[in-house]
């Protein structure tokens, strides 16, 4: 059980991980400052949460060359890669088979993309205003 002095027992909740784990964790104590496993925990999941906190949703590559093959979107929650197609009959997500799901409203809000697809709408691309 890891416990604060300061805090209420209500205010704390108890999670299993595994020996082995707590060991390594073990190992740490008395270096870096650290007092306790609980401090450790803490300090890792504080980064853990930080470096999402930073990390978008989606990220996209080959942003600046739209081609046959589409923008592909990394989706961390599926943990894939979607590709997006910009065709002059429309914009297409091939995962979603959609034009409106989250990879494309994604898409339509770098601006890079945005730039694409300016000029395409004024070729005549059936493309959503951006
Ligand atoms: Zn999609």
């Known amino acids: 059980m890891i416990h604060g002095c300061v805090m209420s027992k209500d205010e704390y909740t108890t999670i299993r991980i595994p ?22 925990v803490k300090e890792a999941l504080r980064h853990l949460l930080l470096q999402y906190a930073r990390m978008p949703l989606f990220q996209h590559f080959n942003l600046d060359e739209i081609d046959e093959h589409g923008v592909k ?27 409106d799901c989250v990879h494309v409203q994604h898409l339509l809000t770098v601006p890079s993309i945005k730039d694409v697809i300016r000029k395409r709408r004024k070729d005549g691309w059936d493309l959503p205003e951006v």
């Open 19 to 40: 020996k082995e784990l707590s060991k390594e964790l073990d190992g740490l104590i008395g270096t870096r400052g650290f007092r306790s496993k609980a401090e450790i």
């Open 73 to 99: 979107v990394l989706d961390y929650q599926l943990n894939r890669i979607v590709d997006v197609f910009v065709k002059p009959e429309g914009i297409r997500c091939a995962y979603c088979d959609a034009n």
